[in-house]
């Protein structure tokens, strides 16, 4: 082999070489940057579950929530059931 066919083999082997191993690193990264992504998104769904789980909590803790509620069902749902008649029907 001539000095240009050697230079060109070594010069394509190291590309290679270095193409392999910035595969390999890239590789590695992105395998632990799913393991954390999936924690992440673990942790976003136990949040989630948490937060409904106050709010239901807190809507039935606060006073004014409750007495609110209270003063509907009693007073102002038989009132407009009262106001709000179905129409009878009328035979022909």
Do not use: H, R
């Amino acid at each position: 082999m001539d000095t240009a066919e050697w230079i060109l083999v070594v010069i394509l082997s190291v590309t290679l070489f270095v193409f392999l191993v910035c595969g390999i690193v890239l590789i590695i990264v992105l395998i632990g940057l799913s393991k954390e992504m999936k924690e992440i998104v673990v942790e976003g769904q136990d949040i989630a579950k948490n937060a409904n789980g106050i709010v239901s909590n807190v809507k039935g803790m606060t006073a004014f929530g409750g007495t609110v509620q209270m003063f509907i069902d009693k007073y102002v749902n038989p009132k407009l059931k009262e106001k709000i008649k179905e129409p009878k029907k009328e035979d022909k």
